[in-house]
């Protein structure tokens, strides 16, 4: 059998940080007073209660969200007037200049809300507002993030990240993750972990197309909203779940392609008549990741076996050099751990 190479986690988030740093890549830093120092001067609210939200701004609500150890979180997005998304790739929108988005987190009260902007030369502004315990203000966090703003658990911290980490993860297509098609699509996937059912009055796909903030939608992605071809509702779920969590790093161009492991869903075969590239390259293949005390390879996902699945053991370990994601969490996902090992364990066949 070939022997597997031991993590390459040093020399891929090196690769990461090489390319946000080469110099057609990055974006200029932003001049100190780019960002505001106040949420407050942003424009997501009417008026200085920050209660409101000013009458140009949209919530929304994405069927996979991102889950951060538990927080509750609201969206909104700004599109600004006579300029408009434009859809017409259904997996790669771009988004005009003057474009804002923030996420607001919340454990009990707010936290912080992440605030990305992008600016005339393409390029975005990220950065994160740290409110204050009476919830009168939230104000510009360090460039380097803030640890342990509260606690997810007793002894486990909530940190906010720095604005490098918002860049490695936000890496795909234009940068924006959570606002596409498939987010947004008013087809619900009902085993979806984390999220509200049903998508709230005014927030699907068909309402931002109505709105004029998306344009060149192709028609067939109205008449019938997308969803991810699976062949059981958990599969669908799974692959959801994976595109969102995983996909922006795991995916087939950027500085981790040469791992050949790719999560995230795709929308261009809407009937499912290719299995999709995150099975293709997962189930029954061999993973470059070896698991401590582990004799020999083992596969990303065993059908029939989570228990021998590289995938799953990543997802189910926080010890900081092993686990999937590697940002942005303290502890494991359990309800996403269990669909996936259950769909692992009920719906893929074992080889025989
Ligand atoms: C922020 C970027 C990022 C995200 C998000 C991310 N990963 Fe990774 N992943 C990496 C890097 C970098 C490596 C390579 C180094 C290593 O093994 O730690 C890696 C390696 C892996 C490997 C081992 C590679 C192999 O050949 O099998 C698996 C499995 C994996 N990730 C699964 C996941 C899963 C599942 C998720 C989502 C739940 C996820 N990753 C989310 C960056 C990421
Ligand atoms: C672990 C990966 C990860 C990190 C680190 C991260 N984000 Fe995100 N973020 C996501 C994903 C995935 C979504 C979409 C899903 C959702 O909204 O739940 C998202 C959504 C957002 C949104 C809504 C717009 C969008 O892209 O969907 C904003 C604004 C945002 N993040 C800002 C930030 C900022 C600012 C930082 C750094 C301080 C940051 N994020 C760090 C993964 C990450």
């Given at each position: 059998m070939k022997a597997c190479r031991p993590s390459l986690r040093g020399l891929a988030l090196a690769a990461l940080a090489l390319a946000s740093c080469a110099p057609d890549a990055a974006p200029p830093a932003p001049a100190p007073?780019?960002?505001?120092?106040?949420?407050?001067?942003?424009?997501?609210?009417?008026?200085?209660?920050?209660r409101d939200v000013a009458p140009d701004v949209w919530p929304y609500d994405p069927q996979y969200p991102l889950w951060t150890d538990g927080a509750t979180k609201r969206r909104w997005i700004h599109v600004p007037a006579g300029s408009a998304i434009d859809a017409t790739d259904p997996e790669a929108w771009v988004f005009p200049a003057g474009t804002r988005l923030w996420k607001e987190f919340a454990l009990g009260r707010r936290l912080e809300t992440r605030y990305m902007e992008k600016r005339a030369d393409g390029s975005w502004l990220r950065a994160s507002y740290v409110w204050s315990d009476d919830g009168g203000d939230a104000v510009l966090a360090p460039a380097g993030g803030v640890a342990?703003?509260?606690?997810?658990?007793?002894?486990v911290p909530y940190d906010v990240p720095g604005r490098a980490d918002c860049a490695t993860c936000h890496?795909?297509?234009?940068?924006?993750?959570?606002?596409?098609a498939l987010q947004l699509s008013?087809?619900?996937?009902?085993?979806?972990?984390?999220a509200n059912a049903g998508v709230p009055a005014g927030q699907d796909l068909a309402a931002f197309v109505a709105r004029g903030?998306?344009?060149?939608?192709?028609?067939d992605l109205l008449a019938r909203p997308p969803r991810i071809p699976a062949r059981t509702p958990r599969e669908r779920a799974a692959l959801g779940y994976l595109d969102t969590h995983c996909g922006s790093c795991h995916?087939?161009?950027?500085?981790?392609?040469?791992?050949?492991?790719t999560l995230g869903a795709e929308l261009r075969d809407r009937d499912g008549d290719h299995p999709p590239r995150a099975l293709v390259t997962t189930v029954g293949r061999p993973s470059r990741f070896r698991p401590p005390g582990a004799p020999s390879c083992e596969a990303r996902i065993e059908p029939g076996a989570p228990e021998l699945s590289t995938l799953v053991e990543r997802m189910a370990t926080r010890d900081p050099l092993r686990?999937?994601?590697?940002?942005?969490?303290?502890?494991?996902d359990v309800d996403a751990l269990h669909l996936i090992e259950t769909w692992i364990r009920e719906d893929l066949e074992p080889t025989p």
């Open positions: 007073d780019e960002l505001p120092a106040h949420l407050a001067d942003t424009g997501l609210y009417a008026d200085a209660t920050l342990h703003l509260a606690e997810v658990a007793p002894g890496s795909r297509g234009d940068g924006v993750l959570g606002f596409d008013a087809e619900r996937d009902p085993l979806a972990p984390h903030l998306v344009r060149g939608l192709p028609a995916r087939d161009d950027g500085p981790l392609a040469g791992l050949g492991l686990q999937m994601p590697p940002l942005g969490t303290h502890l494991v």
